[in-house]
């Protein structure tokens, strides 16, 4: 939604940036300012200094730079809108509803959850008490220590019929509140009103679910008796929907922003395990595939979720569901990995039985998309004949053709042709061998060979992919696309002096060039707005992810012209320099196309228009300074004002 700017300067007015600050750094006091050290990298003497006069925080050894709203978007990895609802509530604000309907669906909601939360607290009561012995014995048996039944909120759903419904209805919750909260359900058939109501988790482990902000809004049951269902979560309400939650998110968010690596397990039990053995950013769907929404939420966490399955057949094939399921949603720099793990093992029991370190053995031995599109396609598939190599090669045509982005489709096509030539073609036809256990279907690289023995589940990939470039090989994509949109954010009168050029540019990244229309349209519609509101607007049409992402400190790096605390005069010629270098790259092609026209027809009309094609491009090409040169300029500008 979009904030009123009034509403803005208020939160603004009423926060202290070093009490924001000081949530997660230790701050001391020197005159009227405060120093530590830098959240945003690892250094032994302080060089981050909080300014609540100013009302900024600068780090003057990574350059990270910023407000109390971009403090809690790039420490927390929260959206915008959802770092406005944060920071209104440590100032006691009440965020502004649009309308009558929203303000009453917004509190309905915060009755449910009020709800949600009073059965959390009683669930865990149950397990506390008595008639949670069962239960806590289970946990015990599972080698779960206290502290972490605590901090995961564990609980016991004991077995009385109708022991939460009266509970809570004691506390005045009302009947229909507990039905909407997807806590107790009718049945019809009973002989009276009381008797119509069943507790919806019955004997079982309660294992609280939450969203993003870590608000109880369902539950999942284990049970500990006979049960057709050994796992149960809470029905659809208008709090949860399986498909787009995922276990552990609001504790795994922050472990992930911090170490850019998430997990994916398969279950509650794992996602703890994992937890307790060092892997705190772990995460697993609710009882179903893994779905296009969380697939979304796990790339707000990291850019290549690593997915752990077991190693059977039944790991294999959820593998290859999530395969497809991200195949169309990829994205450059935006993936999927796949860990492996030993035939018999589960997280849980892999970290039990030989620690940690067989666990990170398992994920640095993951392999990426590419291999299990390809290992889908060819393995187990006879290849004896041109017809049935033919198949093959149309199989893997309709996994890559899948994906939505042009760019990355071809790329995913070349590099498949290139599998399928060296195999097929240099080799000649042959049967691809897989078969049952699915360890056989995954190259396990070094470390799985070494750690689970080669020819015991791990043997070598005939198919072995292209070299992968290190880091320091692959260039920086649309650098300076990104750059270019930043410092306009950044710097918002610039965006009303260069909004008419902006609208004459195409960016070749797809996002970003979307992102670059939603900028035009906002400063057409409001030019009253500053940068926060120009975010915030920018948040509500949907960018607030690709906002994170372009205005993280790291991405100042490259052009510290583009940060907002860098001078107006410049970030104006370093703008004025990048348009003049894209409108270069721009009318190349045009003069290319003229001279090709003119040899074929050297009318008087068609060598003016050439002519005046290459008098624009000679004008470009003295204010032409390549990405380096005003990169340098901006970093001797930032550092004399820093100085």
């Known amino acids: 939604m979009a904030f009123p700017p009034d509403f803005l300067d208020e939160l603004r007015n009423r926060i202290t940036l070093s009490e924001v600050v000081g949530r997660r750094v230790k701050l001391v006091k020197r005159g009227r300012e405060h120093s530590g050290l830098c959240p945003f990298h690892n250094e032994k003497t302080p060089s981050f200094t909080v300014s609540d006069e100013k009302g900024f925080y600068h780090c003057f050894g990574c350059g990270a730079h910023g407000s109390a709203f971009d403090f809690v978007m790039n420490t927390e990895g929260l959206s915008f809108p959802e770092t406005v609802e944060r920071l209104a509530g440590l100032a006691g604000m009440a965020v502004p509803q649009q309308d ?3 303000r009453a669906r917004a509190e309905k909601r915060a009755g449910l959850l009020d709800v949600l939360e009073a059965a959390a607290v009683w669930f865990q009561e149950q397990l506390a008490g008595s008639a949670g012995a069962e239960a806590r014995d289970y946990l015990a048996g599972r080698g779960l220590a206290p502290q972490t039944v605590a901090a995961f909120r564990l609980g016991f759903a004991p077995r009385e019929r109708g022991a939460l419904a009266r509970a ?4 005045g919750i009302a009947v229909e509140q507990l039905i909407e909260a997807g806590l107790v359900k009718r049945d019809e058939g009973a002989p009276s009103s009381e008797e119509a109501l069943r507790d919806y988790f019955f004997h079982r482990v309660i294992f609280p679910i939450t969203d993003r902000r870590g608000r109880v809004i369902a539950f999942g049951g284990r049970a500990l008796g006979d049960s057709k269902a050994k796992y149960l979560n809470s029905p659809e309400t208008p709090l949860f929907h399986k498909g787009r939650e995922l276990y552990n998110l609001a504790r795994a968010r922050k472990a992930a922003h911090d170490s ?3 997990l994916v397990a398969e279950g509650y039990m794992d996602v703890i395990a994992l937890a307790e053995g060092g892997f705190p950013a772990a995460v697993a769907p609710l009882g179903t595939a893994i779905t296009e929404d969380q697939i979304a939420a796990l790339w707000r966490l990291a850019p290549e979720p690593t997915l752990c399955f077991d190693g059977d057949t039944a790991g294999q094939r959820a593998a290859f569901r999530a395969a497809e399921r991200a195949m169309p949603l990829l994205k450059p720099g935006k993936s999927l990995r796949f860990a492996l793990l ?7 029991s892999l970290l039990r039985n030989r620690g940690p370190q067989a666990l990170r053995g398992v994920l640095d031995a993951a392999v990426p998309l590419a291999d299990l599109v390809w290992r889908k396609a ?3 598939r006879p290849a004896d004949t041109p017809e049935r190599r033919a198949a093959i090669r149309a199989a893997l ?3 890559v053709g899948t994906i939505r982005d042009p760019e990355l489709r071809e790329d995913y096509r070349a590099e498949m042709d290139r599998r399928y030539g060296e195999v097929f073609t240099s080799g000649g036809g042959r049967q691809v061998r897989g078969g049952g256990r699915f360890s056989q279907g995954f190259r396990g690289g070094r470390a799985g060979k070494a750690r689970f023995g080669a020819g015991r589940g791990w043997p070598p990939d005939p198919y072995p992919p292209a070299r992968r470039r290190s880091a320091s090989e692959v260039p920086a994509p649309n650098r300076t696309e990104e750059l270019l949109l930043a410092a ?6 610039l965006l009303t002096e260069f909004v008419e050029d902006l609208a004459g540019l195409d960016f070749a990244d797809r996002d970003l060039d979307g992102l670059r229309q939603a900028l035009i349209d906002c400063i057409a519609g409001n030019t009253d707005l500053d940068s926060e509101g120009v975010k915030c607007h920018l948040s509500e049409l949907g960018f607030s992810g690709l906002l994170a992402t372009l205005l993280a400190p790291e991405r100042y790096v490259h052009g510290r012209f583009a940060r907002p605390d860098a001078s107006e005069e410049v970030a104006r010629q370093s703008v004025m320099h990048i348009l003049g270098v894209m409108r270069e790259r721009r009318l190349g092609p045009l ?4 001279a090709n026209a003119l040899a074929k027809d050297m009318a008087e009309e068609q060598l003016k228009r050439m002519q005046a094609a290459q008098k624009i491009r000679d004008q470009e090409e003295g204010r032409k300074v390549d990405l380096d040169r005003f990169e340098a300029l901006s970093e001797r500008s930032v550092h004399k004002a820093d100085s």
């Not at 809570?168 to 506390?171: E, F, I, N, Q």
């Not at 306009?488 to 009168?493: A, F, P, R, S, Y």
């Open 397 to 399: 045509r309709d996994q």
């Open 342 to 348: 030993p035939a018999g093992e589960d997280p849980d």
């Open 488 to 493: 306009l954010i950044n710097h918002n009168k």
């Open 168 to 171: 809570l209805r004691a506390r």
């Open 100 to 102: 009558p309907q929203d």
């Open 591 to 594: 003069v290319v196309e003229e």
């Open 260 to 262: 850019g690596e998430v």
């Open 378 to 380: 060819v393995e187990g």
